[in-house]
């Protein structure tokens, strides 16, 4: 069993930047799909950004140019470091990591855009 631990979320103005992590207790990282989804109240969860196995870096149309999405396979982490914040941005957050015989979620973490 892999737990996955969040930090980083908070409160930010428009225009600002945030960087989310999330780190894994165990498993082969490498060996994983690695992605971010973030979910917005009243909204459905959504797809981010994700680095598959392979190393193949897909964005969300609503984030490119803005976010950049990390891993790091040695250290077991998984980095977005989020810039140009909007109040659109407003959700929370949740890192996942995927292969075909497991699907791990961290607790998820707010990251709230307001002036």
């Known amino acids: 069993q892999v737990q996955l631990v969040e930090s980083g979320g908070g409160l930010v103005q428009p225009g600002g930047s945030l960087r989310l992590s999330c780190a894994a207790s165990?498993?082969?990282?490498?060996?994983?799909?690695t992605r971010w989804y973030r979910q917005a109240l009243g909204k459905q969860r959504e797809l981010v950004a994700l680095i598959n196995s392979g190393g193949m870096i897909i964005y969300a149309d609503s984030v490119k140019g803005r976010f950049t999405m990390s891993r790091d396979n040695a250290m077991k982490t998984m980095d977005l470091q989020m810039n140009s914040l909007e109040p659109e941005d407003t959700a929370v957050y949740y890192c996942n990591v995927r292969n075909r015989m497991a699907d791990y979620w961290g607790q998820g973490t707010q990251v709230t855009v307001s002036s």
């Open positions: 165990s498993g082969i990282f490498s060996l994983y799909d």
